[in-house]
């Protein structure tokens, strides 16, 4: 039991739940915004009353697009909301606070080319080079 208190009590299980809520909501707000306000304008430009009330008629079937046209702009507005308000300004705040990858190589000192840190010559200049182990601190190494 201690086990099962401990997995709901950690904060990613309480994070979900919160995000589960938060988007139920959104969602409503969303779809009400589609039926009651972005509907109507575009189905006065199209000259339907409604896109629920679209159908199409092949023979004695029947094919009702409106819902579907209605839950398409409502999925495009949730997308366009989610990466513009939640995606795209956690992968800008990450880049800013993300560590510096190490870098892979370094410049020649005879003509500043980017080599790779463990070359022993310069592929522009051909000068030979020191090469620099892994854990160095990638400086700028002096010819031999």
């Known amino acids: ?7 709901l009590l950690r ?3 309480i994070e979900l739940a919160v995000a589960v809520v938060i988007g139920a909501a959104f969602t409503a707000i969303v779809n009400s915004f589609v039926k009651d306000v972005l ?9 339907a009353p409604n896109f629920g009330n679209l159908k199409w008629q092949i ?5 009702g697009y ?3 046209l209605n839950a398409l702009v409502s999925f495009l507005i949730v997308a366009t909301v989610v990466y513009f308000f939640i ?3 956690y992968e800008l705040l990450m880049a800013r606070f993300a560590p ?16 790779p840190k463990a070359a022993t010559r310069c592929s ?9 182990s892994e854990q160095g601190s990638g400086s700028r190494t002096g010819q031999v």
């Open 1 to 7: 039991m201690g086990g099962f208190k401990k997995f």
């Open 11 to 13: 904060g990613n299980v």
């Open 39 to 47: 509907t109507p304008a575009l189905s006065a430009i199209a000259g």
């Open 59 to 63: 023979g004695d079937a029947v094919i």
């Open 66 to 68: 409106g819902n579907f």
């Open 87 to 89: 995606v795209r300004p």
């Open 100 to 115: 510096a990858e190490p870098k892979e190589t370094r410049e020649c000192p005879q003509c500043l080319t980017e080599v």
């Open 124 to 132: 522009a200049c051909t000068s030979e080079l020191t090469p620099v």
